[in-house]
């Protein structure tokens, strides 16, 4: 069986070939696992217009295939005591705008699952991450701190735990980082998700640039600051202020 629709994707270069063999991925995924090349051609084929329906439900199938791994790592930070929030995979979306953007293949995308643990401050972080690596010491494959190399002003460390040949994200924020990151978001609603990396108004860019500046200075103080440790009104206030201090527009921040 699997010849006979192999020899059909051959033979038909039209993509209708492709599409059967598509179809019969996503409604027998359980029974045909896609290999990593075929997931990698995926990926090349979604950078192409136009995208063929087959293609975003085979996308929506890899992407529900991370369910498991999603499962068994939030379990353990349950058990763990740890706050977990966040979405559990990429919207189909998203991973078409990275595969855009970066030249990673979809088979070694390491954020396509992931979950947050949002903690007080520095310290707090830093406890957080020992106790993760400790929890997940057989399954890290990668941690990435961008508190040193910041992504154009998000801060935060990344801890990518593998399970099952599929990889799971864990993003460590405090919680102005987490703030600053939710700025961001909002701002790339109103002013377009180029916003998230350098692109965007100049004004826009600004605003993140300082508060980012802002709020690290603000963490890395060497004696705590307790104002610092919640996201609260206070908070809130101060980046509505570096936001309107460059002249940004009131209504930005309307709910």
Not at 31 to 55: A, C, H, W, Y
Not at 126 to 155: M, T, W
Request: aromatic fraction near 8%; glycine fraction near 8%; include cysteine.
């Amino acid at each position: 069986m699997i010849p006979l629709f192999g020899g059909v994707a051959r033979k038909k270069r039209d993509g209708v070939g492709n599409g059967l063999v598509g179809l019969i991925w996503v409604y027998f995924g359980v029974m045909f696992q896609m290999t990593t090349s075929q997931i990698d051609k995926l990926g090349k084929r979604l950078t192409k217009e136009p995208i063929l329906d087959v293609d975003l439900n085979l996308l929506d199938q890899y992407r529900l295939s991370f369910s498991d791994a999603y499962e068994y790592v939030v379990s353990k930070l349950h058990d763990a005591k740890f706050n977990v929030t966040g979405r559990q995979t990429k919207s189909t979306q998203s991973i078409i705008s990275k595969r855009h953007r970066e030249k990673t293949s979809l088979s070694t995308m390491q954020d396509i699952a992931g979950c947050r643990v949002v903690v007080p401050d520095i310290l707090s972080q830093n406890l957080a991450i020992s106790h993760l690596e400790i929890l997940f010491s057989n399954s890290i494959v990668k941690k990435q701190d961008r508190r040193v190399i910041p992504s154009h002003g998000y801060r935060a460390v990344h801890l990518v735990v593998s399970y099952n040949g599929r990889v799971i994200e864990i993003q460590v924020r405090t919680a102005l980082q987490h703030l600053w990151a939710e700025m961001c978001e909002k701002l790339s609603d109103v002013f377009g998700i180029e916003v998230k990396y350098g692109g965007g108004p100049q004004d826009v860019c600004d605003c993140l640039v300082r508060s980012a500046t802002l709020f690290s200075q603000a963490e890395n103080v060497e004696a705590p600051n307790p104002d610092f440790q919640i996201i609260d009104a206070r908070n809130r206030k101060l980046i509505k202020e570096v936001w309107l201090s460059i002249g940004g527009d009131d209504n930005a921040f309307s709910n």
